[in-house]
């Protein structure tokens, strides 16, 4: 494995100390984001990883950073209501956001409960380039922090292998009408020209049925065979947390010349 790749792959005994280090990288990075920009937009990922993540933001890390002053956005939402079990919105709302007290035009939500998922990315399109014009240059990074997570089949947000959103390379929001796992609701989704536009991107991975996934990532050498996953860097670092059931201290054993650096 390329040692660069393997320097930015930490692997933890369990989720819950890989989440609790991914934690503490984001309150260093919130609070540096905050003083040296006076602002801080961070991406939420979706599914059932990240919840103890936001469960640390919200008692242990409480009082870490103004919480208050950030912009929060996710990286893909389920059409369904934020009511709803499988909303990505009300896991996050009801982890860490609901404990806030943040406007409303500092929340980003993906509309899941818009008329069509198309509606709902075109409202989330627009939040989007609104908030990057902001007082921000033309070419200046979307969010500071991007956190991720991947499926057992190497999707990231609502991007699947094989699936045409990947060869978008200009929209911000997208709709994935036939997400190759489940939910199988339409999803909302950042594209890979967002994904791609943040300072920082955090990498949550826990479980053995992600590791092959995650050797996929790590091992190969060319974009063509990489999974949605492989293909989302940080404009400055991407970084994975793992559990060692995803990835043990095994995988991360000798280099092999073969992966590019830039991962
Ligand atoms: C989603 C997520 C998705 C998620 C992976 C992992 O809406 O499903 O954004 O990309 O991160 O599917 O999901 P789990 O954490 O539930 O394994």
């Known amino acids: 494995?390329?040692?660069?790749?393997?320097?930015?792959?930490?692997?933890?005994?369990?989720?819950?100390?890989?989440?609790?280090?991914?934690?503490q990288r984001v309150v260093g990075l919130a609070r540096g984001a905050l003083s040296t920009r006076g602002r801080c937009g961070i991406g939420l990922s979706g599914g059932s990883t990240p919840e103890a993540l936001?469960?640390?933001?919200?008692?242990?890390?409480?009082?870490?950073?103004?919480?208050?002053?950030?912009?929060?956005?996710?990286?893909?939402?389920?059409?369904?209501?934020?009511?709803?079990?499988r909303s990505n919105f009300g896991l996050a709302q009801?982890?860490?956001?609901?404990?806030?007290?943040?406007?409303?035009?500092?929340?980003?939500?993906?509309?899941?409960?818009?008329?069509?998922?198309?509606?709902?990315?075109?409202?989330?399109?627009?939040?989007?380039?609104?908030?990057?014009?902001?007082?921000?240059?033309?070419?200046?990074?979307?969010?500071?922090?991007?956190?991720?997570?991947?499926?057992?089949?190497?999707?990231?947000?609502?991007?699947?292998?094989?699936?045409?959103?990947?060869?978008?390379?200009?929209?911000?929001?997208?709709?994935?009408?036939?997400p190759a796992l489940e939910p199988f609701v339409p999803r909302i989704s950042l594209g890979?020209?967002?994904?791609?536009?943040?300072?920082?991107?955090?990498?949550?991975?826990a479980g053995a049925e992600k590791r092959e996934a995650l050797l996929r990532v790590l091992r190969t050498s060319t974009d063509a065979e990489l999974p949605p996953c492989g293909l989302v860097h940080g404009l400055e670092s991407t970084e994975w947390f793992v559990d060692r059931e995803a990835l043990g201290p095994d995988d991360l054993g000798p280099a092999t010349p073969s992966a590019p650096s830039h991962r």
Do not use: C, K
């Open 1 to 23: 494995m390329d040692p660069a790749v393997a320097a930015r792959v930490r692997s933890f005994s369990d989720l819950g100390t890989a989440s609790r280090a991914l934690a």
């Open 54 to 85: 936001f469960g640390l933001f919200s008692t242990e890390l409480r009082s870490s950073v103004e919480w208050e002053r950030l912009d929060y956005f996710w990286a893909d939402e389920r059409a369904v209501p934020p009511s709803d079990p």
């Open 94 to 178: 009801r982890e860490w956001l609901g404990s806030l007290t943040l406007p409303d035009s500092q929340v980003h939500r993906i509309r899941g409960e818009a008329e069509t998922p198309e509606e709902a990315a075109a409202e989330y399109e627009a939040a989007l380039r609104g908030y990057r014009a902001e007082g921000r240059g033309a070419e200046a990074p979307l969010f500071d922090i991007l956190l991720l997570g991947i499926g057992r089949d190497g999707h990231t947000a609502s991007l699947f292998p094989g699936s045409p959103t990947l060869s978008d390379s200009s929209s911000w929001a997208l709709v994935e009408r036939h």
């Open 192 to 205: 890979l020209a967002a994904l791609n536009r943040s300072r920082f991107v955090g990498f949550l991975v």
